[in-house]
């Protein structure tokens, strides 16, 4: 078992990998960006399933190149490589991993986990974890992705508005219920299913909810294709692709 206070053991055996579906398994103790090294390793070949884990990042980020912060032993900060074909399963893996790890971690805490278009996941008002895909592609084609995700173990002094899991909880644990979640996630082709859209639904922190950004109206939920749905006061409907939500 892995301890987040104090100084957690080794992750990267042969037999922890193998139990866990991957190809291979880094482990850093400190690290500027799980995010970068994954990166640097997939244009040296890495195949997919290569995983990245850090017990700190210096330079943790998330979308829009905002700050992640990444303490020692206070989370988990990973990145997944994987090398996936289809485009359009790509343009909602950020969406189809929200999913995937909000059934995997309500075993973790103590409320069900929500989600914020496009890509955080909440238990209560707090933000339990974020996650960041960059694709980088050869033509038209996907070359690969690398999936960043930041999990909170201990919610950080610095931020009122942030969630973990329970004390309770493992590193080990929580890889185990993730990280094969994640993989069958990264694998899936396609737009979302009408399962997918209603098991979001279910998990909605915004729809409903009045927007000042993107752009100014109601949040009306999310499509296939997982761009959000916002209906304007004159009762227009908009496809917003991109953006970060700023409540009214």
Known sequence: MISVHGTPRALDTPEFAKALGLAALIHRTRVH?????AHALALKGAPAGTLVVADQQTGGRGRGGKQWTSGAASGLWMTLLERPADVQAVEVLALRLGLTLADALDAFTDAPVRLKWPNDLYVGTGKLAGILVEARWRESLVDWVAIGVGLNFRAPDDIPDAASVRQDVSRDAVLRAVIPAMRRAAQASGPLTESELSAW???????GRRLAAPRAGVAAGI???GTLLIVD?????YHVRSGSLIFA
């Open 233 to 237: 006061q004159e009762g227009v409907q």
């Open 201 to 207: 639904d279910a998990r909605d922190l915004v729809k």
């Open 33 to 37: 960006s799980t995010m970068d090294d």
């Open 223 to 225: 499509t296939a294709m």
